[in-house]
């Protein structure tokens, strides 16, 4: 078959679940992926002999249970949240249990109290943006019933809730991390939890303005109803693509790897398919790219089609990342100093506070790397005993800051940061040094190269105030529709984000399925 009702570019989960709803919809599709697998940037790959990596994320805390349901995913999770393990090099761990927090070992009777008070201010706050992301951003001058009702939703939320939350809410929106920290907590280990996981993956300091917009984002995902929970699935986050691929076979889609896409065929605004890499030409009225925006218009389509004034707005958009990647072979498990047996299985954060967090940061402002680095590990072969061999163990870690522009390049600053993470580590986790058969660091450029990401940012766009909602990618594409009629994005560069969360794929293919024009 050579003509078909919708072709999706890219099979990450994204492209995935479009490609399944619409299906579901009664769509005839076609995924086309460059790689020689599924899944993106959850796509697993042997960095080691013997050891494997299952990707980018190595945490589940965004997949929306209603796009699951919809699309039939047989993903299962325990039931049991995991922990998030703080250590500061004391010796003395804090362990938040359960959803975000509802519970805390390791802090006083007041502070756990303060916290409490925290988190449920910030998981209601959430909810109140979380109304936004099952459905297209609002249009600016084309504001549907839908749009209202959300709109008013949100209202009724706050004006329920009392004119003082309602003011709160205002006045937090665009706040700093750091200062509502110092409004709550007193201890430095919880703020500088709350400071990382609002600035990972962003380019922003706890200080930075705004910051606060990340964690609110974190805490709009939830597992199993639970705000702010996460977990690994049985089998490991190396069952994430093939979850989606079932699911998107089952529905009937047709899937192509090793296909890459040369370019999107599009005259006088309208698409018509595509060209691949060997000159096949495949037709479709319908266009899903659930790949990178800027790849998308910067080298798939004519610039001729989408305009100056588009194509600069899509040039402009910030998504240069700021995290390694950091994947080790160990021929043992690690031992962590303060950390309990019983949370090796969840995620251990290293953190003094939120001024380290802040430290770390300056330096990425004028394109150099942390040298006190902040990080979230996890063990992933403890879910998952195949990605190492009997009695080894395999480390996955989030480092941050590492620029993707690097003053003095990455091939002469990666020994260099990697020694760093390192000595980081054996801080941390005293002997885990000796016990190493191999690292792999992945800087942002490697991540760009790795998975085909401008910039190596794995939300496709920077997540910060001027780039989400009606700005997402840009405003004149916000919606999933773009100038060109026909095309439409599907990737974590389209509303609502990025993680592994398959809204902005799902949202796109059930816009596309209700005929909107806007």
């Not at 004006?159 to 939350?165: A, D, P, Q, V």
């Not at 990455?410 to 020694?419: D, I, M, Q």
């Not at 998975?451 to 990618?473: F, I, K, M, S």
Request: charged content about 20%.
């Amino acid at each position: 078959m050579t003509s078909f009702d919708a072709i999706v570019i890219g099979a990450g989960h994204n492209g995935l679940a479009a490609a399944t709803r619409l299906a579901k919809g009664g769509r005839r599709v076609l995924v086309l992926e460059a790689a020689n697998e599924p899944g993106g940037a959850t796509r697993g790959r042997e960095f080691a002999p013997g050891f494997r990596s299952a990707g980018l994320a190595h945490l589940v805390n965004r997949l929306d249970a209603e796009v699951a349901k919809d699309i039939g995913l047989d993903l299962k999770g325990d039931e049991t949240l995991l922990p998030t393990t703080v250590l500061d090099g004391s010796g003395k761990a804090i362990t938040l249990h359960g959803a975000y927090g509802e519970s805390i070992d390791g802090v006083s009777a007041d502070e756990q109290a303060a916290f409490a008070a925290m988190r449920k201010k910030l998981i209601f706050q959430a909810g109140i943006l979380k109304r936004f992301l099952r459905r297209p951003p609002p249009q600016i001058g084309a504001v549907s019933l839908g749009d209202l009702s959300t709109l008013a939703g949100a209202g009724l939320s706050l004006i329920r809730k009392g004119r003082s939350e309602g003011r709160d809410f205002l006045r937090m929106l665009l706040m700093n991390v750091a200062d509502l920290t110092d409004e709550y907590l007193t201890d430095d280990r919880l703020k500088g939890l709350l400071a990382f996981d609002a600035t990972l993956g962003i380019h922003l300091g706890p200080r930075s303005p705004t910051s606060l917009l990340g964690l609110y984002y974190r805490l709009t995902g939830d597992v199993a109803g639970r705000t702010g929970g996460q977990f690994v699935p049985v089998g490991g986050m190396a069952s994430i693509a093939p979850a989606f691929l079932r699911a998107a076979e089952k529905a009937g889609v047709t899937i192509r790897c090793a296909t890459p896409v040369a370019r999107i065929l599009a005259d006088r605004g309208r698409t018509s398919g595509v060209v691949l890499g060997d000159g096949t030409e495949i037709t479709a009225p319908v266009v899903v790219s659930a790949v990178h925006p800027q790849t998308t218009f910067l080298r798939l389509v004519d610039p001729a089609e989408s305009g100056t004034g588009f194509l600069r707005s899509v040039k402009n958009v910030r998504s240069h990342g700021n995290v390694a990647k950091l994947d080790l072979a160990l021929d043992r498990v690690p031992d962590f100093t303060g950390l309990p047996v019983e949370a090796r299985n969840g995620r251990i954060v290293l953190v003094r506070s939120k001024e380290q967090v802040e430290a770390a940061f300056n330096p990425a402002k004028y394109g150099e790397f942390s040298t006190d680095p902040v990080m979230e590990i996890t063990l992933p072969s403890l879910a998952d005993p195949l990605l190492a061999p009997a009695g080894a163990c395999t480390l996955s870690a989030l480092v941050q800051y590492a620029p993707y522009r690097l003053k003095a390049g990455w091939e002469n600053g990666k020994p260099a940061f990697l020694k760093i993470v390192l000595e980081t580590l054996e801080r941390h986790a005293p002997g885990i040094g000796k016990s190493i058969l191999a690292a792999n660091l992945m800087t942002p450029v490697d991540i760009e190269a790795e998975y085909n990401l401008p910039g190596g940012h794995w939300h496709h766009g920077e997540l910060q105030a001027d780039q989400l909602l009606v700005n997402r990618p840009t405003g004149a594409a916000s919606g999933y529709k773009t100038p060109i009629e026909g095309l439409y994005l599907a990737s974590a560069g389209a509303h609502p984000g990025g993680g592994i969360s398959g809204l902005p794929g799902w949202n796109a293919a059930r816009h596309i399925l209700s005929g909107a024009t806007a």
